[in-house]
């Protein structure tokens, strides 16, 4: 009605039924969706690369974070985010860490070996 994107959860639905109406919008890049979502906060661009086996861990949890895409590569997965939080997305990746490596951004490492140090010095 509005004539604007919506986010559902589709955990949540009670109901859904074919109308017949076609919805044509042509969709802008997932990138400019963000932006428009996160208007007040630029997006960093996450690019992390995790051994194939670890990624299905990810599962949901990424979508929080603002996955994009993801590459297979042999035996690795690269997946891309988008997000305005390089503090929360760090705090989740330190969880996957000793499978992952990141591609970019350098911001990221410097967060992560930061983080690293102080839980050795809690230890």
């Given at each position: 009605?509005?004539?604007?994107?919506?986010d559902f959860r589709f955990?949540?639905?009670?109901?859904?039924?074919?109308?017949?109406?076609?919805?044509?919008?042509?969709?802008?890049?997932?990138?400019?969706?963000?932006n428009s979502l996160y208007k007040a906060n630029?997006?960093?661009?996450?690019?992390?690369?995790?051994?194939?086996?670890?990624?299905?861990?990810?599962?949901?949890?990424?979508?929080?974070?603002?996955?994009?895409?993801?590459?297979?590569?042999?035996?690795?997965?690269?997946?891309?985010?988008?997000?305005?939080?390089?503090?929360?997305?760090?705090?989740?990746?330190?969880?996957?860490?000793?499978?992952?490596?990141?591609?970019?951004?350098?911001?990221?490492?410097?967060?992560?070996?930061?983080?690293?140090?102080?839980?050795?010095?809690?230890?």
């Amino acid at each position: 009605m509005r004539n604007d994107y919506r986010d559902f959860r589709f955990d949540r639905l009670d109901h859904i039924s074919v109308t017949g109406e076609s919805f044509v919008k042509v969709h802008p890049p997932l990138k400019e969706h963000l932006n428009s979502l996160y208007k007040a906060n630029d997006l960093i661009t996450i690019v992390i690369r995790i051994k194939k086996d670890m990624a299905p861990y990810m599962s949901e949890q990424r979508y929080y974070h603002g996955y994009v895409s993801e590459t297979i590569d042999g035996d690795m997965v690269e997946m891309q985010f988008l997000t305005p939080y390089l503090e929360g997305f760090s705090r989740w990746y330190i969880a996957f860490a000793d499978q992952c490596t990141i591609v970019e951004p350098p911001a990221l490492k410097q967060r992560i070996k930061a983080m690293v140090e102080n839980i050795s010095n809690n230890l």
